[in-house]
């Protein structure tokens, strides 16, 4: 692989992975155009770990929090804490990703799910930023507004939904404002990244011919990583005050060419 593409796709990866545009379309769409041949599962797994890298990095006390022994005093006390809730909203992705990423990988990576998914996601979005002008009183983060979360990122599995954007619009559809909805997403993106490398070296590990450049892996983590943390420092500082409606232009308009090049 060319380190042109490696970097290239390393940023692409960093800076999608967290904004409510998705990764996976981006990183598709650019090979097709390009003309470049798959990168292959190795190298998507270090450009994953590279942002895995970068948001427990970024929230490093707030995981330091989640595994406070005084959430562990009894089942109850240990559901109910940050740690329990993020835990159970992660398992319906986990599962559903499991049992049918063979069947996504080969039916759902076309542009024309991209585009529509990128499109119909877009205008939820919008839909739950204006939705989110109302949410006014700080809201609490409960094991049925997590699951319900949780829930929503099945969706997620097709291209162009975007992780981070479908878990954002389900939190501000349930009253949290710009800001909790990012944050939990961006938790909740810890567990999910882990579960997907873990299957994807097992993927790896059964393939015979395992022939893969470090340099190349070393340089798309060093590059996903640092995009991926300013990608996030930023999202959070501003979000607030930026809405949502500039990603959502900027999905509709991507939707839109897509569709055109049909």
Known sequence: METIQTILLA????????????????????????????????????????????VIFYFKNDIYQMFNHSHFKDISTLINSPLGVITIATLPIVIVGGLFSGFIEENLRSPFVIALATVFFGVLLYLSDRKAHLAIEKKVMTVGLGLIIGLSQILAVIPGTSRSGITITAALFLGFSRTEAARFSFLLSIPVIIAGNILGIYEFSQIEDMIFDYSDLLLGIGISFVIAYLTIKWFISFVERIGMLPFVIYRIFLGVIIFLTL
């Open 11 to 54: 940023m692409i990866q960093g800076l999608t992975e967290f904004l409510p545009i998705s990764s996976s379309a981006h990183l598709i769409l650019l090979s097709k155009i390009l003309g470049w041949n798959d990168q292959g599962l190795i190298f998507d797994i270090s450009l994953h770990f590279g942002t895995l890298l970068a």
